[in-house]
T-cell receptor
Framework: EDKVVQSPLSLVVHEGDTVTLNCSYE??????LLWYKQEKKAPTFLFML????IEKKSGRLSSILDKKELFSILNITATQTGDSAVYLC????????????FGKGTLLTVNP | DSGVTQTPKHLITATGQRVTLRCSPR?????VYWYQQSLDQGLQFLIQ???????AKGNILERFSAQQFPDLHSELNLSSLELGDSALYFC??????????????FGPGTRLTVL
């Protein structure tokens, strides 16, 4: 059974800190890995990663994938209170029948 | 605003009943996905449709069914409802068939409460 595990489950930091969120996976026929941010509403897309070692960057957020070690990290630098959210990792897998498996998420709280 | 719309926003019903959730994808998107999010299970993929055809199936119960209509809107039917079906149900859409280069955009969700 495909599995996506995120750590830590919860994280509390002060504004200005840098955080690293982890996502490891065990799936059959990996296709891509996605990161989402979820506040008190629907998830919003952050990044899609398909190739190892290539960093994707958007402002203070960046992410990288390691397909050999089967994990990805999401970095947030100079955190702000608006970064407080649940960060979800999901993996596309499968051959002709695609599947998307989500991790349980990391709850990030950024205190002023 | 992602461009994906879901109705109703909230739904309260009793055990044993049947409900229909509706989703309209972003203009031009051919793929529709349904997800269930509950407190204890996190976000679970239920089913995907592409241009009217079932494309992928996740953890969808036999009491649940879905379809995508010619105008590309989709409906998720939940029957013989149980207390444990109470959850937030999200619909998402994407332009293509759901490949490794395709981004999903989520609707605001329908909150279902079964009493």
């Amino acid at each position: 059974e495909d599995k996506v595990v995120q750590s830590p489950l919860s994280l509390v930091v002060h504004e200005g800190d840098t955080v690293t969120l982890n996502c490891s996976y065990e799936v059959t026929n990996f296709r891509s890995l996605l990161w989402y941010k979820q506040e008190k509403k629907a998830p919003t897309f952050l990044f899609m990663l398909t190739s190892s070692g290539i960093e994707k960057k958007s402002g203070r957020l960046s992410s990288i994938l390691d397909k050999k070690e089967l994990f990805s990290i999401l970095n947030i630098t100079a955190t702000q209170t608006g970064d407080s959210a649940v960060y979800l990792c999901a993996v596309y897998s499968g051959g002709s029948n695609y599947k998307l498996t989500f991790g349980k998420g990391t709850l990030l709280t950024v205190n002023p | 605003d992602s461009g994906v719309t879901q109705t109703p926003k909230h739904l309260i019903t009793a055990t044993g009943q049947r409900v229909t959730l509706r989703c309209s994808p972003r203009s031009g998107d051919l793929s529709v996905y349904w997800y269930q999010q509950s407190l204890d299970q996190g976000l679970q993929f239920l089913i995907q449709y592409y241009n009217g055809e079932e494309r992928a199936k996740g953890n969808i119960l036999e009491r649940f069914s879905a379809q995508q209509f010619p105008d590309l809107h989709s409906e998720l039917n939940l029957s013989s409802l149980e207390l444990g079906d109470s959850a937030l149900y999200f619909c998402a859409s994407s332009a293509l068939i759901g490949t490794n280069t395709d981004t999903q955009y989520f609707g605001p969700g329908t909150r279902l409460t079964v009493l």
